[in-house]
């Protein structure tokens, strides 16, 4: 059996505040969100890929409670968003500008890609790679 996962695939992550998430994150991409309602900030990174931004009481909620809320790791990474793009130094300081945290800046890794490495606002990890 291979897994079949369509055309479309949707990241979210969980934050503590919705709208402050939301402004940091259209800063650093410099786009605007395709959806932006309650418990739901959805910005599409490519054709087929979205990042979605969803408040971690709104998963709690709608996990019946049946998860340990996402709040209580904030700051500890709890995923890596890794965007591959034309001038990782561009966006590793717009991260700063932002509110993000830098935490490497852009230099060539074993794997052959040159990334640098921040967070934003939560605490997720996010890199920015060229090959």
Not at 9 to 26: A, C, H, P, R, T
Not at 92 to 103: F, P
Request: aromatic content about 10%; glycine content about 10%; proline content about 5%.
């Amino acid at each position: 059996m291979s897994l079949n996962i369509g055309n479309s695939i949707m990241f979210i992550i969980y934050v503590e505040n919705q709208e402050i998430s939301k402004l940091f994150y259209q800063e650093l991409l410099g786009i605007d969100p395709i959806l932006d309602v309650p418990g739901m900030t959805e910005f599409q990174l490519s054709q087929n890929v979205t990042l979605g931004i969803m408040p971690a009481e709104g998963i709690v909620r709608v996990l019946e409670n049946k998860i340990p809320n996402p709040q209580n790791g904030k700051g500890i990474p709890r995923c890596e968003i890794y965007l591959f793009v034309e001038d990782p130094d561009d966006f590793y300081y717009r991260l700063i500008k932002a509110g993000g945290i830098g935490i490497s800046k852009t230099e060539l890794r074993s794997w052959g890609h040159y990334v640098s490495y921040g967070s934003d606002i939560d605490g997720h990890i996010i890199a920015f790679a060229k090959k």
